[in-house]
């Protein structure tokens, strides 16, 4: 790793300083996914993309097109990682360690407020307040597979703006691409032109997470962590395809802006959470996955769609919203949703 080259492009676009992960003592899981998102970034592409940590408590990632770089900030991974916590703590997949059935105890006011919110108000400290959980390997296995998903998923889209060119000086004036908690407001030109470039790049993150995943059970299949998390995380490949598809939806659950119903669609960086997810059922329903036909792929996202707000409603104590795929299916999203669909091919790098 070459931490004065990538500091140098980080102060060229003026995007901090480069995190120096062994000096994060209170977050170890830091060094250690580096070296995955290091590896993960060279091998995707026919050109090696470099990955780095950046020291900013800013909720962010970015893709630098030039210099071919990821970058995700502290910030985003200690928000990761404190989601993975909250899931084992909460007793996500109680087989594993024999936990014993989740507590749910839905709250109003906690259903009504954006998910990163409930995330900030603890500090992830594994060192000072070890989890009642640390004793169990089933459990702590858990968490690291959750982190080490979550963190997969955010470096994979961030490697999907760049492979699919979206840089190209004939397409954007753009030098990186952010992906922030919340997104930005935009003009309405620009908006639609992010909003199917987001798109894209989660296509590309969703695909390669799944596949990345069937490789791994198929060729470490007799690892002992894998061994352990298939019968409960991805027992087949469809269960697979629902883990790639929870995944994905989690991380769009917090970088959700939370208040898109009351804004205007034609000013989002970022489609709202449940549009992307639903052009992701879309794709996979439409097309199949992993050797799966598209009808074999319907069952699979059926039960995912309904899976993963289950989750995310047990773990943060909340009401789920059962009709959270239908809320963006209003007459005022028709025509946006249109226009970001007409507007995909010209994203999509196939060369
Ligand atoms: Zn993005």
Redesign the pocket.
């Known amino acids: 790793m070459n931490r004065d080259k990538f500091g140098q492009t980080l102060s060229k676009y003026k995007l901090g300083i480069v995190l120096h992960t062994e000096d994060i003592i209170i977050n170890p899981w830091f060094r250690l996914l580096e070296v995955d998102a290091t590896q993960m970034c060279r091998g995707m592409d026919s050109a090696p993309i470099d990955f780095c940590f950046s020291d900013s408590n800013s909720i962010q990632a970015y893709?630098i097109y030039e210099e071919r770089m990821v970058v995700v900030t502290k910030g985003m991974f200690s928000m990761i990682s404190k989601l993975a916590m909250i899931m084992v703590s909460k007793k996500m997949f109680p087989a594993l360690g024999s936990v014993g059935d989740p507590e749910w105890s839905p709250k109003l006011e906690r259903t009504t407020i954006p998910l990163r919110q409930l995330l900030n108000s603890e500090e992830f400290d594994w060192v000072n307040r070890r989890p009642e959980w640390i004793a169990s390997k089933e459990r702590q296995g858990l968490f690291f597979y959750l982190l080490l998903s979550l963190f997969r998923f955010v470096v994979l889209?961030?490697i999907g703006?760049i492979v699919n060119k979206h840089g190209d000086k004939h397409r954007t004036a753009s030098a990186f691409?952010v992906?922030q908690v919340g997104g930005s407001t935009l003009s309405r030109e620009q908006a639609v032109s992010s909003q199917a470039?987001?798109s894209v790049?989660d296509h590309f993150a969703f695909h390669r997470f799944l596949n990345l995943l069937h490789r791994e059970l198929k060729l470490k299949g007799e690892d002992e962590l894998l061994l352990m998390l298939k019968p409960h995380l991805f027992s087949d490949v469809t269960g697979e395809i629902g883990y790639s598809l929870m995944v994905s939806y989690l991380f769009f659950s917090i970088m959700d802006r939370g208040d898109w119903w009351a804004g205007d669609p034609y000013t989002f960086s970022?489609p709202p959470a449940p549009f992307r997810v639903r052009t992701l059922l879309a794709g996979v329903q439409e097309f199949g996955a992993i050797g799966l036909n598209a009808d074999e792929c319907g069952l699979a996202v059926a039960k995912a769609a309904l899976g993963a707000e289950a989750i995310v409603a047990t773990s943060f104590g909340r009401f789920p919203d059962m009709y959270w795929l239908d809320s963006v299916s209003g007459e005022s999203y028709k025509n946006i949703y249109q226009e970001i669909f007409e507007e995909l091919p010209k994203w999509q790098w196939n060369g």
Do not use: G
Request: no cysteine.
């Open positions: 893709a889209h961030e703006h691409e992906d470039k987001e790049a970022h």
